[in-house]
């Protein structure tokens, strides 16, 4: 894996009821180290799933650019969308393995699947399955890509408190054993501190970068609700900008 430069000058869409155009993203600069783990925090409609879009490869209408390495060459990436978008006349197993190149290893789609805790349910279809199970096949697909790039757009939005704990528990077992560059968004600080090895608060439309911020918790902590909080507090008091963020 390559470490990952997005650098976006501007991004801008039609204004609806004026001349001109809105700007959505301006002067945004975002570097990624390889395998790390990084939160995308900032309000609601700031433009979070734009620029997911564009590093994607989805929205071409940008001026920038998103290259891996030292060569301006656009990223393999995996996109984990809010909705799960499974393909409804495939099992668990079949939505997993399309994404997989070649002709994919039992073993390796075993591997996965046990990761998630997906095995007992390999071969049903994705009507039958909850919505914390369909997110569970989701984020194990993207895995399967074996992505230079894991982008995660609110994967955890709409489950109750105890699924999507479990759901993120999961996530983070299958990142320790196959470690990919991970780049997630949420609304929840909490959540944030949970998953992240950094932190980056994005202003309100248009966006950029407000500041950037190392999570100092041990990994091995992060289950304590407690320690997550204390962190969560010296964050707001630290760094009064991002509390208008939040």
């Known amino acids: 894996m390559s470490d990952i430069d997005i650098i976006i000058r501007s991004k801008a869409y039609p204004a609806v009821a004026q001349a001109g155009k809105k700007q959505a993203i301006l002067d945004l ?45 656009h990223p393999k990436i995996a996109y984990v969308f809010q909705e799960p978008r499974l393909l409804p006349w495939r099992t668990v197993r079949e939505n997993i393995e399309l994404v997989m190149e070649n002709t994919p290893s039992p073993a390796e789609t075993d591997s996965l699947m046990d990761a998630m805790q997906l095995t007992a349910s390999q071969h049903v279809y994705p009507e039958r399955l909850s919505l914390g199970m369909s997110r569970r096949v989701a984020i194990t697909r993207a895995f399967a890509v074996d992505p230079e790039i894991l982008l995660m757009d609110e994967p ?17 077992k299958l990142w320790t054993q196959r470690p990919h560059t991970v780049l997630f968004v949420t609304h929840d600080l909490r959540e944030a501190i949970a998953l992240a090895d950094r932190l980056v608060f994005l202003s309100a439309s248009p966006m950029h970068v407000v500041s950037e911020i190392n999570v100092p918790v041990a990994r091995n902590e992060r289950d304590d609700e407690a320690a997550v909080e204390l962190f969560r507090q010296q964050l707001k008091r630290d760094y009064p900008e991002i509390n208008a963020l939040l």
């Not at 600069?29 to 995308?40: A, H, R, T, Y």
């Not at 955890?156 to 528990?169: G, H, I, K, Y």
């Open 156 to 172: 955890f939005v709409s489950l109750d408190a105890p699924t999507a704990r479990q759901v993120r528990e999961l996530l983070l």
């Open 29 to 73: 600069e975002l570097s990624l180290k390889s395998g790390e783990f990084v939160c995308l925090v900032g309000p609601s409609g700031c433009g979070k799933t734009t620029l997911l879009n564009i590093i994607a490869g989805l929205d071409k209408e940008y001026d920038g650019e998103i290259r891996a390495g030292q060569h301006s060459v």
